[in-house]
């Protein structure tokens, strides 16, 4: 397995995406594209709703995987982690995404009763991609560059 993600990832890489967004009368339309807001082909797209009160999601990260979460509905927290620094987001407006890049791990709480969060990610699912064990994802991020 080609780790190499998680030799150079930083939570510095990870970044609120911005979507174009047009007002209306009627209301408002938020615009994610291929390559032109989003940074990669958008290959798989899921959502997480009717979260449970305490609910936690995530705990993992990608190999190869790119992806955005964006709060269509209510709020939740992203916690970042490189494996030497972490940083926790929350996420409460449905026209900013988050960018989480390879070798990052994610963990999603903190959910508002209603929430509903969309996944964009750049790759078909394929569980080879992910690292489930925390203390794996902290030897592979050990020696970081």
């Known amino acids: 397995m080609n780790c190499d993600s998680h030799r150079h990832s930083s939570i510095d890489d990870c970044k609120i995406i911005e979507m174009k967004t047009v007002d209306h009368a009627n209301g408002r339309l938020s615009v994610m594209e291929n390559l032109a807001t989003a940074p990669f082909s ?11 009160a305490g609910a936690e999601r995530g705990g993992h990260s990608h190999i190869s995987t790119h992806e955005i979460v964006i709060p269509l509905a209510g709020s939740f927290d992203v916690v970042i982690d ?8 929350t996420l409460n407006n449905p026209s900013r995404g988050l960018l989480l890049t390879t070798g990052i791990w994610r963990t999603l709480d903190n959910f508002s009763s209603g929430s509903i969060c969309l ?10 991609d992910y690292i489930r064990d925390y203390a794996e994802f902290k030897r592979l991020t050990a020696d970081k560059i």
Not at 42 to 52: E, F, H, N, V
Not at 119 to 128: F, R, W
């Open 42 to 52: 958008i290959k798989r797209a899921y959502y997480l709703y009717d979260l449970p």
């Open 119 to 128: 996944v964009l990610a750049s790759e078909k699912y394929d569980e080879a």
């Open 82 to 89: 490189d494996g030497h620094r972490s940083k926790r987001i």
